[in-house]
């Protein structure tokens, strides 16, 4: 019998478990896979080690960050080493590439370079963004929770922030897209604020969320760009070092099959195996679709509940590339690259948008002497795949956009290949046992919102990309500490701050 449950390692049930740890439960993560991390896992091959999603990371050893992540790592005693650049990136356009710099001023030289009317209104648009970022940055994330009790320690401690922020009250709950009709009319300013809406939450402006780009253009100018020494593993091993360090307990190659439900309450689950653990809470940070129809028997859930649930629209799944490469003559390359490869396609179709990360760049252990470690993805349904006789030509065959962008970036790139990992989205559901490999809900902002840790059954939580805020490390990693507070007393919660 343990206190809490964690079903899933992923950065969500993780920062959970810890900080509940932390707090003093005793905690178990149950993790299918042989390795922790979920989505942000590493995983190695003939020496390169590889990232097997997350990238891009902000301000994970910045004390002034508002990463919630850091502020999580920090609380458990824990710390990453950390390599700092700039330019974060390179965008590449069909009529050229832009560099992506975390300085403000310096970005809007370069897109004055493509277009100068749409710089002036890109800065309007910035700013805007970056006053909303003013107001949300006075309310640590680390205080969140979500019960009634959040709505007093709101108006108690942080209540002339709150004041502060009514201005920006209607964009808070609003899309990117109402900020940038706007301010920005200039077409290719406006292609661009969609790519970068795209790259957060795989949807366009109009269907993200305000907060999320502000706090992503709040922390590029605020804080620092930086890459964790030893890969997103890096930041997994912390959060487990963390975990154990407060007496919590990981348990790899431990699949969870059923959430075991008495009386309406989630009373502990069952492994494959037949094995029973009892707990008083369990969290799960398996997908939506993944908990209430995999976890869950359809009777354990109110049917007006379960079917709007599983109605939530899923953005697509992936293309993988991961590649070893040969690095001699690529002295000066950059680790982050987006390739849109024809202007005349919307950004989000499958295959057109193309997203690069060559880590090898900042962090020379991820891969042999003398060569770099490449991964390349882009969006691909789910939908048709099939492993049969046709299985291997068709990955090949939808692998070619990701070879057309790369040689964008390195044009002799298939000659330096000594390594080839091709994953397709049913490598994606199988390796990361997300519903149909997606990446995650493509909640439309305006139209509905992401639901909080709670569920109907008692005792029963969810984190990850599911739940509120949503998508990308820095939400995931928030869903954790608000799904840990609000199973504390308020004194407990507020004792970080």
């Known amino acids: 019998m343990v206190d809490v449950i964690v079903i899933g390692s992923g950065i969500g049930g993780l920062v959970a478990g810890a900080m509940l740890a932390y707090y003093g439960k005793k905690v178990l993560i149950c993790e299918s896979h042989s390795i922790p991390g979920g989505a942000a896992h590493s995983f190695s091959r003939q020496g390169f080690h590889f990232d097997s999603g997350p990238s891009f990371y902000c301000g994970l050893a910045d004390p002034n960050s508002l990463n919630p992540l850091q502020k999580v790592l920090n609380i458990l005693g824990e710390s990453i080493e950390t390599v700092v650049y700039d330019p974060f ?86 899309s990117v897209g109402q900020i940038m009709d706007k301010w920005v009319k200039d077409p290719w300013v406006r292609r661009l604020i969609d790519l970068e809406c795209f790259l957060l939450s795989g949807l366009k402006a109009d269907g ?54 008495e009386s309406d309450k989630a009373v502990g689950v069952r492994l494959r195996g037949g094995e029973v653990i009892r707990a008083n809470i369990v969290i799960s940070n398996a997908t939506i679709w993944d908990t209430y129809t995999k976890l869950l028997q359809p009777e354990d859930l109110p049917a007006s509940f379960r079917e709007p649930a599983l109605a939530t629209p899923a953005v697509e799944s992936f293309m993988h590339l991961h590649l070893g490469i040969r690095s001699d003559g690529l002295e000066g390359l950059t680790g982050h690259h987006v390739v849109v490869l024809d202007g005349d396609v919307d950004i989000s179709v499958p295959g057109n948008t193309c997203m690069i990360s060559i880590p090898s760049v900042w962090d020379a252990t991820l891969a042999p002497p003398d060569h770099h470690v490449v991964h390349a993805y882009t969006l691909e ?35 330096r290949i000594t390594l080839e990992l091709i994953g397709t989205p049913l490598t994606h559901a199988r390796f990361l046992r997300r519903y149909q490999g997606t990446y995650g809900p493509g909640i439309v902002a305006g139209k509905d919102s992401f639901p909080g840790p709670q569920t109907p059954i008692s005792g029963l939580y969810r984190v990850g990309d599911s739940t509120m805020p949503g998508i990308g490390v820095p939400a995931v990693a928030a869903s954790g500490v608000i799904c840990a507070n609000t199973l504390v007393s308020v004194d407990k919660s507020l004792s970080l701050l």
Do not use: C
């Open 381 to 415: 349904s789910f939908s048709g795949w099939q492993k049969d006789e046709s299985y291997q030509q068709r990955k090949r065959e939808k692998a070619e956009s990701l070879f057309l962008a790369l040689e964008k970036v390195i044009p002799d790139i298939r000659q």
């Open 208 to 261: 993200t969320v305000a907060p999320e780009v502000a706090f992503m253009f709040g922390e590029r100018s605020n804080s620092v760009i930086e890459y964790p020494i030893g890969g997103s593993g890096a930041i997994v091993d912390a959060l487990v070092r963390g975990l154990e360090r407060w007496g919590g307990e990981l348990r790899l190659n431990a699949h969870v099959e059923q959430i075991l439900i």
């Open 89 to 174: 990136g390179h965008y590449h356009f069909p009529e050229g590439s832009l560099p992506v710099y975390a300085d403000g001023s310096s970005y809007l030289e370069a897109v004055a370079k493509f277009t100068p009317q749409g710089a002036k209104e890109l800065k309007l648009f910035q700013d805007n963004l970056l006053q909303l970022y003013a107001g949300l940055k006075e309310v640590p994330p680390i205080a969140l929770r979500a019960d009634f009790w959040l709505i007093p320690i709101l108006l108690g401690k942080y209540g002339l922030s709150l004041l502060k922020m009514l201005p920006s009250l209607g964009e808070i709950g609003g």
